[in-house]
């Protein structure tokens, strides 16, 4: 490849219908890229062989493909044959295990979780997203701010999956002060269900006392005339208003039952469970009730002191005293998103709120494509828009949405990033995947890269019937 | 013209020289990973010269103590280990103080806690760090099987023999070869509280044994606040909660017997010290967040709980490592806000604590790693992280007064004093059991955690998987 390229140029420009100049080929500024030096490699490596050879089409194609063809082997061809290998194979001590690596692979309950969550996923992901995306499509073909709206919804692809994982981890954060999912549900629970002042209080004598939901009843009736003293322990000396007095006994009334409610710990300890001690203070703002077979008879709150007084009883009979629920009823402590329950659903909205958008605009692309005076004819045929939508514009887009679809089945098949992001460690093992439990098994603690390579190979085997359907449909059409 | 046809095969040439270099190291990144001085031109040794009169500056003086170390200037390496943020800047001092000694240029690499994993992947990938701090030795008895590490017997034999008792020495040391050296120690037997929580409950601490601290936790809930804060996020917490029970109840014996799984897990002694631990965790109203909070609270997040605003829980348990994080994340001061007692003792045992570490050890025949594993061993190494706080080193060449606060040297103390002491069980365990995210032991008491009744099917669960990851 060393001969001078001008003569021959010369001579090959009458041969050739080539009218393309060697010289400047071999002369092209080095930024000229791949295709033209592969051109002029070629046509020098013709010419040094056989001065008057004219290499096949299949050969010039072959020669074309070579750099294609290395790299695909490299970094297609020669992996996934590796892996099929190496899956035969145990750890680095065990040797060749033959098929035993499969038979692990469907016998151990944690890939069976991550196949059936994969399972879950490819069911419902890739549908829900393609639906969604339809949606977008057809309505944002109607509005006016089309293009800022398909922005906000396309903008999800935008961020990196990893951080889409961490946004979404933290909405999902059981707390509502942190996790937004549950701010906004506490904010509505709050507002039907306010939240009492003393939470998570609890009797100081469980034995008088009984938790009724967030209520407390006594456990005994007590009679008009005379007073009861309730104990409660549990509460926050914070959440005491700082109004509230010293609690005392209440003082016997005809024909009203009384009591006290108070805070019965002491700040440091000593006092005795039962007893009003010195620096007990009251619970004031309960609504206490006496009740008669279930029946309200008559209601009070507690003062300051914690003292109340339930007047207009009769004399001689018997009630029971509670406290009301209002007071104890603790603050929304939020839903438990990533619990074992529904972390892989939790885990699907996230993606569908970053895939979504994908759909979105390949099906809105579709539609645009999609000739308008079928649309027309349609409509004045009498066709209502519904009816326009279901048997004109769907089937019409059947291919670009077959397209999205499969396209979202492999994505969906081969998810990672995600489930190993948005999952607190608790609850990881119960949202694992396929590609989480190949790479867990591989490098994690057992560095069992057989296994690693048994679950790889299973995993390319699902993939490849949406492949294949992809790659006809792309033959198809051209 | 034969000049530009080379010219192009020459571009050719480098243009595929990059491409292959640049899937290389996209292929190898991992972890967050910092330089210490200029980033990205690691591997081009002709840019040394420059880059390299920019890193002995960090250093200035040389100390003297290190002067045995060889000059490797031009040399570069990297060294991986589970530390972020706070402890990663004290660790970087301890690189600088390399570094000044010997221009070397070094790179940390912060794993997090999947070091197995990142490890793992670099050993595969044929690109290792050159030394890696490993915090459980079952980690480096894996990576030994592997051929993946270098020994370094002969390379500290002559620190380890003068400041490492003969204990730090075995742990390093597998099939009478020596592989790690144990360079970072923590108590994992402190068991931390709020004083003012404890306080206001009218309890009184040191807190001595189990039905003390049982008895305590119902009056600190009566007094208004949760007693424990559990960071089940993280499964390492609750190995920790099992082991220091385990030890009290069953014995140190019997700990090392069920660490090397001589004993199954199904062994009523198993079953005696989850009874106990249920007893903490089957009260919901005694966990910060309750059972299903719990689990997705992590480490750092348990310790804001008890010592942050608002607080949330009275007492914290985990090893003396709290401290760090006190100072970092919270305005709690130590001695006045927080402190800590020995876990309490169950049932009369002896005063026990239960030790973790991380030991340092080389993946790569390379001179500078070598010489960085010399320098570990000097009591410079260490005591330069023992001065910034949070550091406890098992180095008896480390005086006691270079502890910056009483409550560390109280720690180090207690480590001393101990009439049986082991190290963490989950770390001597293969990982895939006792130390890898939702697998094993992390996952199996978490679900232990989120529902405290099922003892039995926990216990036969934590066989099985033993059973798989010890391969017997």
Redesign the interface.
């Given at each position: 490849?060393?001969e001078?390229?001008?003569d021959d140029g010369n001579g090959r420009q009458g041969r050739g219908g080539n009218g393309e100049q060697p010289?400047p080929v071999?002369?092209?500024p080095?930024g000229a890229g791949?295709l033209a030096?592969a051109g002029?490699?070629v046509a020098?490596l013709g010419r040094t062989r056989l001065r008057g050879w004219r290499p096949s089409r299949w050969t010039i194609a072959l020669l074309f493909l070579i750099p294609a063809l290395v790299f695909l082997g490299v970094?297609v061809v020669y992996p996934i044959f590796f892996s099929v290998v190496r899956s035969l194979y145990g750890t680095?001590?065990q040797g060749f295990v033959g098929f035993h690596n499969y038979k692990a692979m469907f016998t151990d309950p944690?890939t069976l979780t991550a196949i059936k969550n994969n399972a879950i996923w490819v069911a419902v992901a890739p549908t829900l997203a393609t639906l969604i995306g339809l949606v977008f499509a057809v309505v944002t073909e109607r509005v006016k701010l089309r293009t800022a709206f398909k922005i906000v919804i396309f903008m999800p692809m935008a961020i990196s999956f990893l951080s889409a994982g961490v946004i979404w981890r933290l909405v999902y954060?059981?707390?509502p002060h942190i996790g937004l999912a549950n701010a906004g549900i506490s904010a509505i629970v709050d507002v039907f269900r306010p939240p009492g002042q003393y939470p998570?209080a609890?009797p100081?004598q469980p034995q008088l006392l009984k938790a009724q939901g967030y209520a407390f009843d006594t456990a005994s009736s007590h009679a008009a005339d005379t007073t009861v003293l309730l104990g409660l322990?549990?509460?926050?000396?914070s959440?005491v208003p700082s109004n509230a007095v010293q609690a005392r006994p209440a003082q016997a009334q005809p024909g009203a039952l009384a009591g006290t409610v108070w805070l019965d710990?002491?700040?440091?300890?000593?006092g005795t469970a039962g007893a009003i001690d010195p620096g007990e203070r009251g619970l004031p703002g309960i609504a206490v009730e006496a009740l008669q077979n279930g029946k309200s008879m008559g209601s009070a709150k507690t003062a300051l002191d914690g003292t109340f007084f339930i007047e207009g009883l009769d004399p001689g009979v018997k009630y029971a005293v509670q406290l009301g629920s209002s007071a104890f009823r603790p603050a929304y402590?939020?839903f438990?998103w990533?619990?074992?329950a529904l972390v892989t659903p939790s885990i699907i909205v996230a993606y569908i709120w970053i895939w979504a958008g994908f759909a979105m605009v390949l099906i809105a692309a579709g539609l645009a494509a999609i000739p308008r005076d079928v649309l027309e004819a349609a409509r004045v045929d009498g066709a209502s828009e519904w009816q326009v939508f279901r048997k004109v514009t769907v089937p019409l887009l059947m291919p670009v949405i077959l397209v999205v679809l499969v396209t979202l089945v492999v994505n969906v098949l081969k998810i990672f990033d995600l489930v190993i992001v948005i999952p607190?460690?608790?609850?990881?093992?119960q949202a694992?995947v396929i590609a989480l439990q190949m790479?867990?098994v591989?490098?994690?603690?057992?560095?069992n890269?057989g296994l690693g390579s048994a679950l790889a190979v299973f995993l390319f085997i699902l993939i490849v019937p949406a492949m294949a359907f992809n790659v006809r449909r792309f033959r198809s059409e051209t | 013209m034969k000049r530009g046809v080379m010219k192009h095969k020459k571009f050719i040439l480098v243009m595929g020289v990059l491409a292959v270099v640049g899937l290389i190291f996209a292929g190898c990144g991992g972890g967050a990973t910092t330089t210490t001085s200029a980033p990205a031109t690691t591997v081009t040794s002709a840019t040394t010269s420059s880059t390299e009169a920019a890193t002995s500056t960090t250093g200035g003086a040389t100390s003297t103590t290190t002067a045995s170390l060889p000059d490797l200037t031009g040399q570069s390496m990297e060294i991986a280990a589970v530390w972020s943020s706070g402890e990663q800047d004290a660790f970087q001092k301890v690189i600088d103080a390399f570094t000044a000694a010997t221009h070397a240029k070094v790179t940390f690499t912060s794993t997090g806690n999947d070091i197995a994993t990142i490890l793992g992947t670099r050993i595969a990938g044929g690109n290792p760090p050159d030394v890696a701090f490993v915090p459980q030795p079952g980690l480096m008895a894996a990576l030994v099987q592997q051929n993946a590490l270098q020994p370094i017997g002969d390379l500290v034999s002559g620190a380890a023999s003068q400041y490492y008792s003969k204990g730090w020495i075995d742990l390093g040391t597998i099939n009478g070869t020596m592989y790690g050296l144990v360079y970072k120690l923590a108590n994992k037997s402190t068991f931390w509280y709020s004083i003012e929580a404890l306080k206001n409950a009218g309890v009184t601490v040191p807190i001595a044994t189990w039905d003390d601290l049982i008895s305590a936790a119902g009056t600190i809930s009566s007094s208004g606040i949760t007693p424990f804060s559990i960071g089940g996020g993280d499964g390492w917490t609750l190995t920790d909660w099992f082991e220091n029970i385990y030890l009290r109840t069953a014995g140190a014996d019997m700990y090392q017997k069920l660490a090397t799984h001589a004993i199954p897990w199904t062994d009523p002694s198993v079953t005696t010290a989850l009874q106990d631990l249920a007893q903490i965790f089957s009260q919901s109203s005694w966990v910060a967040g309750g059972n299903s909070g719990a689990l997705q609270v992590t480490f750092p997040q348990s310790v804001v709980q008890v010592f942050g605003s608002p607080q949330k829980a009275a007492m914290v348990y985990e090893g003396d490592f709290v401290a760090g994080v006190i100072t970092s994340q919270t305005k709690a001061k130590l001695g006045t806000d927080a402190d800590w007692f020995p876990f309490p003792s169950i049932n009369g045992s002896a005063p026990a604590v239960m030790a973790g570490g991380d030991t340092a050890v080389l993946l790569k025949d390379s001179a500078a790693g070598k010489a960085f594993i010399q320098f570990i061993a000097t009591p410079d190494a260490s005591d330069i992280w023992v001065k910034q706080g949070g550091f406890t080193s098992p180095n008896s060449g480390v005086p006691l007064s270079d502890y910056p606060d009483p409550i560390l040297a109280k720690a180090a103390e207690e480590m001393q004093k101990a009439s049986s002491a082991v190290f963490d069980m989950s770390d001597q365990m293969p990982p895939a059991f006792g130390g890898t995210p939702s697998q094993g032991e992390w996952k199996l008491l978490q679900d232990f955690l989120a529902n405290p009744g099922n003892l039995n099917s926990i216990q036969q669960q934590l066989e099985s998987a033993a059973k798989a990851a010890f391969g017997s």
């Open positions: 490849m060393s001078p390229a001008k010289g071999g002369a092209a080095a791949w030096t002029g490699a020098t970094l680095p001590g944690t954060e059981q707390d998570n609890t100081s322990v549990g509460i926050r000396p959440l710990f002491k700040p440091g300890g000593g402590g939020g438990s990533l619990g074992a607190p460690e608790s609850t990881q093992a694992n790479w867990r591989s490098f994690g603690g057992g560095l890269q | -």
